[in-house]
């Protein structure tokens, strides 16, 4: 399995982006999905998550500016970032639990690589 992640870039304080993250492998189900990010200096913090019946939480600071998504048909999850601010500038990554059939389930923890997001003041 391996989560493919895009859409960062640089943008003005106040543009939007969105990111996405396309899981490929063996897929049995998604669970949760994820999108974390890091700052140079910074732990790595969560920004938002999703479970499949649609329920999402995030993080403080990006409430009512971030919108986490997912379409199940597409392995597909995605960030949809608005109003950015010079803060929000980081390395995003996905993240996703998956669930895999090869005779047995398993479920493991995947990462997909950082996409960076730079948002210039």
């Known amino acids: 399995v391996q989560l493919q992640a895009s859409g960062g870039g640089l943008v003005q304080a106040g543009g939007s982006l969105r990111l996405s993250c396309v899981a490929s492998?063996?897929?049995?189900?998604?669970?949760?999905m994820a999108w974390y990010r890091q700052a140079p200096g910074k732990q790595r913090e969560l920004v938002a998550a999703i479970i499949p019946s649609g329920k999402t939480d995030y993080v403080d600071s990006v409430k009512g500016r971030f919108t986490i998504s997912r379409d199940n048909a597409k392995n597909t999850g995605y960030l949809q970032m608005n109003r950015l601010k010079p803060e929000d500038t980081a390395s995003y990554y996905c993240?996703?639990?998956?669930?895999?059939?090869?005779?047995?389930?398993?479920?493991?923890?995947?990462w997909g690589q950082g996409t960076q997001v730079t948002v210039s003041s």
């Open positions: 492998g063996n897929i049995f189900s998604i669970n949760r």
């Open positions: 993240n996703a639990d998956i669930t895999s059939y090869s005779g047995t389930y398993s479920s493991n923890d995947y």
